[in-house]
């Protein structure tokens, strides 16, 4: 049996789905509500400042089983106002309004303190060895070594880079000062710049001879000399102005190493990093909507991914209680915790190419939501963040996981203090 618990920001609404796992079988038939559920009381304890929901479980549908309460504990600045509980078809719901501190609306994904973290990090690597040395985790190759280091903007900056200055003194002036920051965010030889979940260089830093593709948007992968895995990938450098710079190369993060300190990047991964990016994006271009196309190296086309934002944020909790098997010993109750953290919901529908009319259908839903077009290659990144998504169907009932042709599910956040932006099971 599981236990999934989020609150969701902005909407200020706290769930809690009691539900049995299904690994590939059918939800229970309507008529049957709750069939095979145990019995489920929840209640808010007030002398707790009223962020504690203790959940009371019978060890089956009929009274007087052993009772295990199990308490689901919201961060201090989070207090649940005037709840519910509920039994619907094939799970229990229990459901509460969450007021917040105004300094706090769900979870905060603070992306200052990981990269001043990350940047200083660099910084005494390089101050105790000179440089510092990006390697392939595969082969330990050298990737990239360099003396300086500086962090980026967030990934939508280029986006939302117009919004700095105020028109006050005049467009033409507000478009003189992004300009100038544009040129002064550039790649140079020996500096590493330092983003959200990428590190960015020149292409001569790497040995590719400063190509210039200032008249192409093609991105191509580029990668490991030494074992051919894909690293990152070699494009022009993004300006809303037009001048353009020579190719530069962006190296993923959650697929490098720091030859210093090899655990500094350990921490991303493809889903996570797609979510934190994809909350960056949607933010700074207030867009829900995105195509995100999924090519081989040869860039050729495998499978399109449509994807609706739900909530930016949601702090979600999952716990798994007892088995389903029919032992005594099976039926006693224990827990573990299975995940929990912020997360980004969504609705999502996977069309693997196996017809043109996979990709008109898409690209049709593309143009009518006037959806944001993203292009990802698939080979260590796309087939991860499917892979997660699909597992993440299981925080959710089955007969809750499809609407309107599209699937619900979750995409990892990276957030600076885990402990500060997760409920917690106790």
């Not at 769930?15 to 059918?26: C, I, K, P």
């Not at 990152?232 to 710079?245: A, C, E, F, K, L």
């Not at 979510?275 to 196309?293: C, E, I, Y």
Request: with cysteine.
């Amino acid at each position: 049996m599981d236990v999934v618990a989020e609150v969701l920001s902005g909407i200020g609404n706290l769930r809690v789905h009691v539900f049995r796992r299904y690994e590939g079988g059918e939800a229970s038939a309507e008529g049957d509500t709750g069939a095979g559920l145990p019995s489920v009381d929840a209640e808010v304890d007030p002398t707790d400042q009223q962020r504690v929901v203790s959940l009371r479980f019978a060890a089956g549908p009929a009274s007087g089983s052993d009772v295990e309460v199990v308490e689901c504990k919201l961060n201090p600045d989070l207090s649940v106002q005037h709840s519910y509980t509920s039994r619907r078809i094939d799970f229990v719901e229990f459901k509460g309004r969450v007021r917040s501190k105004p300094s706090l609306d769900g979870i905060q994904v603070e992306r200052g303190e990981r990269i001043v973290d990350e940047e200083g990090c660099v910084k005494n690597v390089i101050s105790n060895h000179g440089r510092c040395t990006l390697v392939c985790p595969g082969c330990s190759t050298a990737v990239l070594n360099f003396d300086r280091v500086a962090s980026l903007p967030h990934s939508g900056w280029i986006e939302s880079a117009a919004n700095w200055f105020c028109s006050c003194s005049g467009t033409e002036n507000s478009l003189h000062y992004l300009e100038q920051v544009e040129d002064n965010i550039q790649p140079e030889v020996g500096k590493c710049l330092l983003g959200e979940t990428v590190c960015i260089a020149t292409c001569e830093q790497v040995g590719l001879d400063g190509r210039d593709e200032k008249a192409s948007d093609q991105h191509i992968a580029y990668c490991c000399a030494g074992c051919s895995n894909i690293l990152g990938v070699i494009g022009p450098w993004p300006s809303t102005h037009g001048t353009g710079t020579n190719s530069a190369v962006t190296i993923f993060k959650h697929l490098i190493s720091v030859k210093e300190k090899e655990d500094l990047f350990s921490k991303y991964n493809p889903a996570n990093s797609f979510g934190n990016d994809l909350l960056l994006l949607s933010t700074a271009k207030s867009q829900m909507h995105f195509q995100v196309r999924f090519q081989k190296l040869s860039l050729e086309l495998v499978g399109i991914l449509q994807l609706v934002v739900l909530n930016q944020s949601v702090l979600v909790d999952h716990l798994r209680i007892g088995s389903d098997g029919d032992s005594k010993e099976e039926e006693k109750i224990g827990w573990q915790r299975v995940t929990g953290g912020g997360k980004m919901k969504v609705l999502f529908k996977f069309s693997a190419l196996t017809d043109d009319n996979m990709e008109r259908l898409s690209d049709d839903w593309a143009e009518r939501v006037a959806a944001d077009q993203m292009t990802m290659f698939w080979d260590k990144i796309g087939e991860d963040i499917i892979s997660a998504l699909e597992e993440s169907k299981k925080l959710v009932p089955e007969s809750c996981r499809a609407f309107n042709g599209f699937q619900v599910g979750y995409i990892a956040l990276l957030e600076s203090s885990e402990t500060a932006s997760r409920l917690i099971f106790e």
